[in-house]
Structures are given as C-alpha cells and as structure tokens.
C-alpha cells in the first residue's frame, strides 16, 4: 500500500504529532480520522466576486460526500478565484499568481491527493498549472455552464450575444433599453459561460486531457447529475490516492495533442492555446505554439455551438457532448485512445460507445459544421515568434487581405478614438492596436477583438480585419489575429506599426507580414524605447518574469515542478 504523505504529520507519535492532531480537533474530527485515512484537499475556487464560481461551496460538500464513501478525510482549502467579469486589470493578469497559491498550498498542507474545483476561465489553468508542480494525485471537476439564456422567444449566449447587442447599439439598430432587459436573461441560472468561450473550452480541455470523469465539460451546473459527478470525483481520488496515479502520469504528450485536437474539433477558444502551453510546461512536455497548427488547423469544426454556430452548452450535453467528439476523433484515427485518464482507463474506452442524440449539434467527420477550422498560427516580420487567428470565427473573403494600418498605441487611445466619426478608417483598413500583450498592458487583456467604427456599422459592415498583442474572450468573434509574439511592450515588430503602413493577412499561407522596408525599420527600432517598470508588487515581478504569449505566458521560474515532497518542518 502506498505510504501516505499525509502521515508525516499526522502519523507522527511525538509533540509535532500531538500539536498536528490537536489543533484540528478544535473542529470535532475524531482521533482515528488520523489514522491512515487518505486526506483529501478540495481546492477551491469560490467567491461571489466570480459569479461562475458562486456555487462551488454547495458542489465541494457533494465532492466530500464521495471522498467519506470512499474512506478518505477530505478537507477543503481556499486559493486566490479568478472572476473573468468583475477582475481588473484583467484575471489573466494574475493566473500565475493564483498558480503558487494552488501549488504553494498543495505542498504545505498534509494532503494526499487533491480535488480542483474550477469554473470561469482562468481558474481552470492556474489550478492545472499549481497542481501540476505538484504532482500529487489529482482530479478535475468543473463547475458547469449555465442554462442557455433567453431573449425575446430566442437563444442568448454569454458573451457572444453581449457582442453582438452592444454593436447593434452602436449602429443604432437596437434600443438601448432593450439591450439593458437582456441583462437578466442572458445569465438566468449558476455557472459559468454557456457559449463555447474560455470557460466551456478549457472544461473540455480538462476532460480531452484525462483530468476528469467523463462527461465533465458540458453537464450544467444545475443539472442534478453535475452534484452526481462531484460525488464520483470525491470516490475516485481516494482510488486514485491507492494507486498512486499522479497527475504526471494523466498529463502526457499524448494527452496535450488529444486536448489541442479536441480543440479544434469543438471550435474552441484561442485561448487555450497559452493556457495548455503553459500546463504543459510544468510538467516537463514539450508543447509549441506551431504544434496546434500542425495538429488542430486541418481538422474540421464538428460541434455546432456559439461562437461559430448557433447552439449553446446545454444543447452540445443533450446531444452528446464531449465524450461524442472524442469518439468521432478516435474513429477518424485522429485521437491517442490509449492516453491514460484519471477513472484508470483509457480515453478510447471512456468514449468507445458515447452516442450522438442530435447531429445537428454534434457533426461527424464525414458531413462535418465546417471544414479546417482549427486554430490556425501565423509568422512574419510582425509576428516573428507567431500569432493565431481562429479561422471558424473570421470571415471567409478577410483570410487573405492587404489594407492600411490604422494604429492604436493602448486600449485607452483605442476607446478615445474609434467612434470619431473623423477617424480616417474605411472597411479595407486593418485595425493594430499595441501594448496589450502579457507585460504591456500587463496580464495581455481580452481586448484584441476591438469593435468596429460606428460608422462602418451603420454601412453594415460586421467585420474587418483585426491584429493585436492581445488576447480575446473565446465567446468572441470575427477575423482577429491575436497573441503577435514578440509583443509591442517587450519591442516586437508591433511596436513599430505606423498608421499608414500596409499590412498583408493570407492564413492559407500562414502570414501576417507588415509591408515596410528593413531600413525604415531599423530606423523606428532605435527611435523606440521600453515603458517603464513599475516600482513595486505583483505588477513588477510580473513584467521582469513573464514570458512571451508563444511561451504560454507563465512566470520563466515558475516554469517546471517540484514535485510533492513534505515541506521542512520547523516546530
């Protein structure tokens, strides 16, 4: 049986073990709960400044229920919850952060394995990425989406629909008190984003990985059966503590090139692209921006669901969900089906028999919602190190494009601008906006999806080509290339994009090119200077640490593992 590292404290018959026992009897746990019980850590992300997460405290007693069943001793711990909605600057900001909180806390604490609770979009990496340093046992379990929003007799997605209303308002084709009644019917009920965004993506990315149970990414959250699977997931980490099947041994290669395949195949968010490059790297697998073109970019679109379609998360469970699309991948020899998950299977025999109830939901690779719709990624003099762009969400004739830059130098310069009805913008233009990559705004905000002009919208113009450092919510859309790497603020070639400079997008060859002579800019680069660093906090060792959105943005010492050894005792 597997030495529990639980008992280097409390297995202890001395006056550490005395003050370890005695000091958590202050909560009524009885002597023998210390007796070679498998301590079980829930992680949780609760808070009601992220709405998405606000549930969590009810899903953490279901988990424990299993985690008793089963014979362990679960005792739930808080880390730092990063609420998408309501954080600034912005919650990627402080998803390293929120990582030593999950990791630091792990390997202080007598636990022998660990559940992670995790819902809105940052949540879900920081915990993967703390626990991952780790590598103790662990699971995942996801909070669930919300029930579809619904307005005026239709479907309403978070985020996505939020986008689209709010430039009908600036067109002047949606009035502004109808747009404030679709408040309360987007978000209706607990959990989080119910489009395909970051949040729904990185829930399947959990479930592609092996991480979870089957079934995790698509159950709502006030479905009865996501409660169920709390309960199986407090049972099976207890298992899995026996076994001693760590989270090194679930995150694979073959497990990451499932997930960015699973990605593809779902529509899923740009995102994903850091935050799995990021996971990956604390665990030692080799995973690079060019692997999710070489990969996902030629797999077709199956699953039919907001932003790219018109379902929502409740329709992508009651037709199948993820466990469907898994299968469609392993029967078209595009999935690892051995990959290792955490119920002790593998991924092929977790989804060998998932059924399809509605096909217009979830597609197959034979009649598929779209063709070669994975994430694409670009280089060039203006991306030296790689962008991405999202094919399934662009517009077809804007994937390849020659037009004039028309430049923003910050987010603030973008919002005091672009409804001047003065802006010499026309819909050819291509849209730049600077310094809002991981160290220049700092935390690479989702602001690369910048609205369009109010008075190209009043035209009908819906789209128009789009490029940034930054990164965009998952629920967004639109021909927006993201994640330019080396970024405006640590000197890249965005830095030095003038208005007026031409600008060339082909996707099918991979490029994104600014038209301007070496010379001229050699001559820019030594007219450009670094912003200045800030003199104290987080937000300093932020910017000296993180590395660029291609590395998966994650702090450079962060980068890599510890392991679970117990911490030193000093008593």
């Given at each position: ?52 997460n ?17 014979g ?36 202080g ?32 379990l996801?909070?669930g ?15 996505t ?22 408040e ?45 699977l ?103 020899g ?15 025999e ?13 597609h ?8 070669n ?193 117990v ?5």
């Amino acid at each position: 049986m597997t030495k529990l590292r639980s008992q280097s404290w409390f297995g202890r018959q001395d006056r550490e073990g005395f003050m370890y026992r005695s000091w958590m009897k202050n909560q009524g746990w009885p002597h023998d709960l210390f007796d070679g019980r498998p301590v079980i850590g829930i992680c949780n992300t609760w808070s009601e400044f992220t709405p998405c997460n606000a549930h969590f405290r009810e899903l953490a007693e279901f988990v424990k229920r299993g985690v008793w069943e089963a014979g362990g001793f679960p005792l739930e711990f808080p880390v730092m919850s990063l609420g998408e909605t309501q954080l600034r600057p912005t919650a990627m900001f402080f998803r390293n952060l929120a990582s030593m909180d999950v990791e630091e806390s792990i390997r202080g604490n007598p636990m022998d394995g660990v559940v992670l609770l995790m819902g809105c979009d940052k949540t879900t990496p920081s915990l993967l990425m703390g626990a991952a340093s780790c590598d103790l046992p662990t699971i995942g379990l996801s909070g669930g989406p919300m029930l579809s929003g619904k307005f005026q007799g239709r479907d309403l997605g978070s985020g996505t629909g939020l986008w689209q209303m709010s430039e009908q308002v600036r067109a002047g084709a949606m009035p502004v008190e109808e747009f404030f009644q679709a408040e309360s019917c987007m978000h209706r009920s607990k959990g989080h984003c119910m489009t395909m965004g970051t949040a729904s993506t990185m829930a399947s990315m959990v479930e592609a990985l092996g991480m979870s149970l089957p079934g995790n990414a698509a159950i709502p959250a006030v479905d009865a059966r996501r409660s169920t699977l709390a309960q199986l997931t407090g049972r099976r980490i207890v298992e899995m503590v026996h076994e001693d099947l760590r989270i090194s041994r679930i995150l694979t290669r073959q497990a990451f090139e499932n997930a960015i395949r699973a990605n593809a195949t779902i529509g899923g968010s740009t995102n994903a692209v850091i935050h799995l490059i990021a996971i990956a790297g604390r665990v030692g697998v080799p995973l690079a921006l060019d692997d999710f073109d070489r990969l996902g970019s030629t797999l077709p679109c199956l699953v039919n669901i907001q932003p790219s379609g018109k379902y929502l998360m409740e329709d992508f469970y009651y037709a199948g969900g993820l466990p469907r699309v898994l299968r469609e991948l392993g029967e078209a020899g595009a999935l690892h089906r051995d990959a290792l998950t955490v119920n002790g299977k593998s991924i092929g025999e977790n989804v060998a028999e998932a059924p399809c109830w509605n096909p217009d939901v979830v597609h197959t690779f034979a009649s598929p919602f779209k063709s070669n719709a994975g994430i694409a990624v670009l280089h060039g003099n203006l991306a030296p190190d790689g962008a991405v762009i999202k094919p399934s969400a662009a517009s077809p004739q804007l994937l390849q494009h020659t037009g004039r830059a028309v430049v923003f130098e910050s987010i603030e310069e973008f919002h005091s601008r672009i409804n001047d009805e003065a802006l010499d913008v026309d819909e050819s233009c291509v849209l730049v906006l600077k310094n809002c990559g991981p160290r220049g705004y700092p935390g690479m905000a989702e602001v690369g999806n910048m609205p369009l002009p109010p008075k190209l919208l009043r035209k009908g113009i819906t789209d128009m080509v789009r490029i940034s450092d930054a990164r965009m919510s998952g629920t967004a859309y639109g021909t927006v290339v993201l994640h330019a790497s080396p970024e405006a603020a640590a000197g890249g070639t965005l830095a030095l994009v003038r208005s007026g400079d031409t600008i060339t997008l082909d996707v099918a060859r991979r490029l994104v090119q600014l038209e301007v002579d070496d010379a001229t800019l050699a001559a820019r680069r030594a007219q450009w200077k670094p912003p200045a660093l800030p003199e104290r906090g987080w937000q300093r060792l932020y910017i000296q640490h993180v590395q660029q959105a291609h590395l998966g943005a994650d702090l450079d010492f962060l980068v890599g593992h510890s392991g679970s050894r117990v911490a030193r005792d000093s008593h």
